[in-house]
């Protein structure tokens, strides 16, 4: 009975053929095996993208059956009710993180040592099996007992080829623009993990394609012999070049080095991407490499994104006199930015925009949740609506705020050029880009808790509004919202005095809004509450003391959203965890990973 090799052709079938046929026969064989594993692997991405829009689908029709059933109805026992399987499938897997709690915290080796975050117990999961499928794909039908030749020749070309094949997912999500993140409701912060690391198998997958070539060249003439080549064919010149630029961008966008250079990082790392995309590009391109086909969507996706980004910030903020940003000192080293927008822009709870200031930073750009958001006239289309009439949008002008924090870069710049301004305040030209999240809803939950760490009242503030704003118009299943501030000083309520004001003077019962401060450092004076529905407690509350006490007293389902310091989101998590078998809680969870 005939034999067959490692590389699945028949033993005979090389017999009296010319050793330059064989070795074209074994290129073609390996290329449509090539070509099989690739299209494999966007399939096995578009499948898992399939299931989550299908579990997207299906958790919105939930809620959207929850809001219309209970919206009238104070009793909703029935939602409150948890599913014993899903419920084991949150604890243990959704909300998970890898360990006992550490999730969000970050891990630090010293105060200028960081290594960034863990994944929860899914995110690890899927990339687990992910690098999984791609070690498989690399190693699988290579004839590693042939010859040294033919194994590192077909590994060579196999892990080139899926190298460019996960650029496509790998550019995909670097975008801010990603149609998947409305389409799947993961978040931003979810998919720039999940590019990180896809970022890492793209940069191995080329190392090992890189050195499988040298090592063939090397094997009979040393390493000598097998650079010279590389360095001479243009087409191996381009592709080494794109190799290097892989593994300084791993090197560079590494947690330690990311964190404490990271405005550096950002330039940097875009000039790197542009090295990589054009030395790929002439690689395959002088070559004749089939791959260019799946080099070219991921240029687009990219391109794509940067056009889109280009466009929102020219729209919103060019024309009518442009964009401008009052910066005004708030204590515990903040300031308030109070933003007039060139044109009106539509915003929704929960979202955040990027930043641009060139008097304080030329090239960068920062995510901030947008604190607060208001609309009136504008008081040159008012004008011009006498003589010429104009739909309500042009005569809208949008104000959005932020409330920033001085912690190192641009944010410590922006606070120390507005205190050394006499009045405390700073007139300066921006740009904003976005908004962008706010896929998230809470309008279906009976009872909302909030927690807030700091700053991260800006994120839930927005939240307060708009469901005080649908309880008092009877538009929501909300029934009971409770929020949950920790700050180191009871002063820091300066920084949302205005707005929760406005909160306040609605018409909706106590009992619906209740409001916690929990001030953590031992207070020099005593502390003034200037509104009569705080209650504002000394110390740090005692999450799980809290969810229960809450629980006792639910309403429906509940949805919890946490944002606020890695150690807070992770108490929160931990808490929604431990609760999951007493009543349907669902945990929404804000950060800006960098």
């Not at 499938?89 to 915290?105: C, D, Q, T």
């Not at 039908?141 to 040294?148: D, E, R, V």
């Not at 889109?308 to 204590?331: D, F, H, Q, S, W």
């Amino acid at each position: 009975m005939e034999q067959s090799s490692a590389s699945g052709r028949p033993a005979g079938a090389s017999r009296g053929r010319p050793i330059a046929l064989e070795q074209q026969e074994a290129a073609r064989f390996s290329d449509l095996q090539n070509e099989a594993l690739s299209r494999y692997l966007l399939i096995i991405c578009a499948c898992i993208s399939v299931i989550l829009i299908i579990w997207r689908v299906w958790d919105q029709s939930i809620m959207y059956v929850r809001t219309a059933t209970s919206i009238h109805s104070n009793d909703q026992r029935y939602f409150a009710t948890p599913n014993q399987k899903l419920s084991f499938f949150k604890r243990n897997i959704l909300y998970a993180p890898i360990f006992r709690k550490r999730h969000s915290h970050e891990l630090q080796l010293s105060r200028a040592v960081n290594v960034g975050t863990l994944p929860s117990r899914l995110e690890l999961l899927f990339l687990a099996s992910y690098f999984a499928t791609n070690i498989v794909f690399c190693v699988i039908n290579i004839p590693f007992a042939s010859s040294f030749t033919d194994a590192a020749l077909t590994l060579g070309r196999r892990t080139g080829s899926l190298s460019v094949v996960n650029m496509i997912p790998l550019f995909l999500m670097a975008g801010k623009n990603n149609p998947l993140i409305k389409l799947l409701g993961i978040s931003y912060d979810t998919f720039n993990l999940y590019h990180r690391w896809l970022g890492r198998i793209v940069s191995l997958e080329a190392v090992v394609h890189t050195f499988a070539h040298l090592a063939n060249l090397a094997h009979t003439g040393g390493w000598k012999a097998g650079i010279q080549p590389a360095l001479s064919m243009r087409y191996m010149s381009y592709g080494l070049l794109g190799t290097c630029a892989l593994a300084v961008i791993c090197i560079q966008a590494s947690s330690p080095i990311r964190h404490a250079f990271y405005e550096m990082f950002k330039l940097l790392h875009i000039a790197l991407v542009i090295v990589v995309v054009i030395s790929t590009w002439y690689h395959l391109q002088l070559k004749g490499l089939p791959q260019t086909k799946y080099l070219i969507p991921a240029v687009i996706l990219w391109g794509i994104d940067r056009l889109c980004r280009m466009i929102r910030v020219a729209y919103g903020n060019i024309g009518k006199g442009g964009t401008k940003a009052i910066v005004e000192v708030l204590p515990g080293n903040a300031c308030r930015v109070t933003v007039s927008m060139a044109r009106p822009w539509t915003f929704r709870s929960g979202q955040h925009a990027y930043i641009y200031m060139p008097a304080i930073s030329l090239w960068q750009s920062h995510p901030f949740s947008v604190a607060w958001s208001e609309e009136e006239e504008d008081s040159i289309s008012g004008e011009k609506s006498a003589k010429s009439p104009q739909g309500s949008s042009e005569m809208r002008k949008t104000n959005f705020s932020f409330i920033i924090r001085a912690r190192a870069g641009f944010t410590n710049t922006l606070y120390k050029k507005v205190s050394a301004c006499p009045d405390g305040k700073l007139h300066v030209a921006c740009m904003v880009e976005g908004p962008y999240g706010g896929q998230y809803s809470m309008h279906s939950y009976g009872t909302v808790i909030l927690f807030a760490g700091g700053v991260g009242i800006t994120h839930q503030l927005p939240y307060i509004r708009d469901l005080a704003t649908g309880y008092a118009n009877g538009t929501i299943a909300t029934k009971k919202i409770i929020l949950i501030w920790i700050v180191q000083s009871s002063e820091y309520l300066e920084w949302i005095r205005p707005w929760m004001a406005e909160v306040l003077a609605m018409e909706i019962d106590r009992d619906v809004l209740r409001i916690m401060l929990f001030a953590s450092q031992k207070q020099s004076k005593e502390i003034c509450n200037p509104f009569e529905a705080f209650q504002i407690f000394p110390g740090r509350p005692n999450i799980d003391a809290v969810l229960d006490a809450v629980m006792e007293e639910q309403i429906g389902a509940m949805g919890v959203s946490v944002c606020g310091p890695g150690s807070l989101s992770d108490d929160v998590r931990r808490a929604v965890r431990n609760s999951q078998y007493s009543g349907t809680v669902d945990l929404i969870e804000e950060s800006f990973s960098w």
